[in-house]
C-alpha cells in the first residue's frame, strides 16, 4: 500500500507561483512512479507530470511543459510540483498519484491522494 498526501495548494494569481507537494508512505511507495493529475469542474481527469521511480526521468503534458516542474530531493522525500506562470485554466483539482509504470500513471494510477484544490485568478 502506498499513502499519498498532498499540500500546498490555494489562490494564486495568474503569472505568479505556488508548489505542491506529495508526502508518500508505505514500504514500497519509493519504488512507484509519482506524479500528478488535475480534474476541473466539469471536465475530465487529465495528466499533468511525473517522475520515475528512479527520478532520472520527468514528464510532462503539453499544455504545462516549460511552465511546471516536477522534481524530488531523493526516492524518500516529497514529490513537488512546482507551478510557474500559471493561467485561470489550471484552476483545477490536483491530485497527486502512484503508480509502477509511468503510462499507468498516465491513465490509471494505482494509489491517489485526496487532491489539492488550486485556483487561478485572471
Known amino acids: 500500500q502506498v499513502q499519498l498526501l498532498e499540500s500546498g495548494g490555494g489562490l494564486v494569481q495568474a503569472g505568479g507561483s505556488l508548489r505542491l507537494s506529495c508526502a508518500a508512505s508505505?514500504?514500497?511507495?519509493?519504488?512507484?512512479?509519482k506524479g500528478w493529475l488535475r480534474q476541473a469542474p466539469g471536465k475530465e481527469r487529465e495528466f499533468v507530470a511525473a517522475?520515475?521511480?528512479?527520478?532520472?526521468?520527468?514528464y510532462y503534458a503539453d499544455s504545462v511543459k516549460g511552465r511546471f516542474t516536477i522534481s524530488r530531493d531523493n526516492a524518500k522525500n516529497p514529490v513537488y510540483l512546482q507551478m510557474k506562470s500559471p493561467k485561470p485554466e489550471d484552476t483545477a483539482v490536483y491530485y497527486c498519484?502512484?503508480?509502477?509504470?509511468?503510462?499507468?500513471?498516465?491513465?490509471?494510477?494505482?494509489?491517489w491522494g485526496q487532491g489539492t484544490q488550486v485556483t487561478v485568478s485572471a
Open positions: 517522475i520515475s521511480w528512479g527520478g532520472g526521468a520527468t
Open positions: 508505505g514500504r514500497t511507495s519509493s519504488y512507484y512512479a
Open positions: 498519484a502512484a503508480a509502477q509504470g509511468i503510462e499507468t500513471l498516465r491513465t490509471g494510477p494505482e494509489y
